[in-house]
């Protein structure tokens, strides 16, 4: 995945903070969770089994991310902060926020994939991915988007879509948007 994206004249690289339990944790891709993992690998051409089993699990931060980068028409790759699962001690299915160690560890791997990558610029998703993205790259090559978790995803949509304004295929209308709430409940 990472050669095909070097080659691919990456638009972005979205950051976000770390993985989640139910997202990352399971899929081991950033801001990606059972629901896109297939979606994730179709944008580099590649075909892997799912790495769970059961029903697939969704994710509320990734459903927000893929709802727009399936309709972005440039490449971009996702990355975290910190690339792994932090976790409360004995409970893997918690999250907690990296700790300043790890997210010196984290930065000097974002910094090498920046390197090897070679995006235009890169988005942080939220502010805790924004501190650490400002503090090791220059001002005009970092962007930010509000995370779209907590009440934040009408902003984070809004704010990418004016970073993708000419780049963004329209959503399919929905069949029901323009019909009258009775007309709806009658059916």
């Known amino acids: 995945m990472l050669h095909r994206a070097a080659d691919a004249e990456l638009d972005a690289i979205w950051v976000g903070r770390d993985l989640g339990y139910r997202g990352g944790r399971r899929t081991g891709l950033a801001l990606t969770d059972d629901v ?60 907690r926020a990296h700790n300043a160690r790890e997210r010196r560890a984290g930065a000097e791997i974002l910094i090498q994939m920046v390197e090897y990558l070679q995006p235009k610029r890169v988005i942080a998703i939220g502010n805790d991915a924004y501190n650490v993205l400002s503090g090791v790259f220059a001002e005009d090559f970092v962007y930010k988007a509000r995370h779209p978790s907590y009440g934040g995803q009408a902003e984070f949509l809004a704010t990418m879509q004016s970073l993708y304004a000419t780049q963004i295929a329209e959503r399919e209308p929905d069949l029901f948007d323009h019909m009258p709430e009775a007309d709806i409940n009658s059916r």
């Not at 089994?49 to 727009?68: F, L, N």
């Not at 490449?75 to 699962?85: A, E, G, Q, R, Y």
């Open 36 to 95: 896109h993992f297939a979606d994730h690998l179709e944008r580099w051409g590649l075909d892997v089994q799912r790495p769970t089993y059961g029903k697939p699990v969704a994710e509320r931060t990734a459903a927000a991310i893929w709802d727009i980068l399936l309709r972005v028409n440039v490449p971009v790759f996702l990355w975290n902060v910190f690339p792994l699962h932090p976790f409360i001690k004995g409970d893997p299915f918690s999250n």
